[in-house]
């Protein structure tokens, strides 16, 4: 069973950096984009960056030149390096993937189970 698990959210004050990350894991498979969304108390979920598997990205205008998402393929991990974080930034911050379990060809939609993000002095 394929699952994501997402790690290093945190407190942090107003401009400060964190930095999540995003494995995958779980049976034999491929994985073509990733990318982070958030989620803040009574908003809807919003896309925060994407990245596809040869390492092209987009992001949120909200984000652009403060947050860098990447990938490590071979970990099958992905990072969001966040900076000059504000408290507008908080949220829970969900990863996401489009997975290919060996001998299927579809992909599969896959979500993290969501870590916490809280900036504030």
């Known amino acids: 069973q394929v699952r994501l698990v997402e790690s290093g959210g945190g407190l942090v004050q107003p401009g400060g950096s964190l930095r999540l990350s995003c494995a995958a894991s779980?049976?034999?498979?491929?994985?073509?984009?990733m990318a982070w969304y958030r989620q803040a108390p009574g908003k809807q979920r919003e896309l925060v960056a994407v990245?596809?598997?040869?390492?092209?990205?987009n992001y949120a205008d909200s984000v652009k030149g403060r947050f860098t998402i990447s990938r490590d393929n071979a970990q099958n991990t992905m990072y969001l390096q966040m900076n000059s974080l504000q408290p507008e930034d908080t949220a829970v911050y969900y990863c996401?993937?489009?997975?290919?379990?060996?001998?299927?060809?579809?992909?599969?939609?896959?979500w993290g189970q969501g870590t916490q993000v809280t900036v504030s002095s």
């Open positions: 996401y993937a489009d997975i290919r379990i060996w001998g299927q060809i579809r992909t599969t939609g896959y």
């Open positions: 990245t596809g598997k040869s390492g092209s990205t």
């Open positions: 779980g049976g034999s498979f491929s994985i073509d984009a």
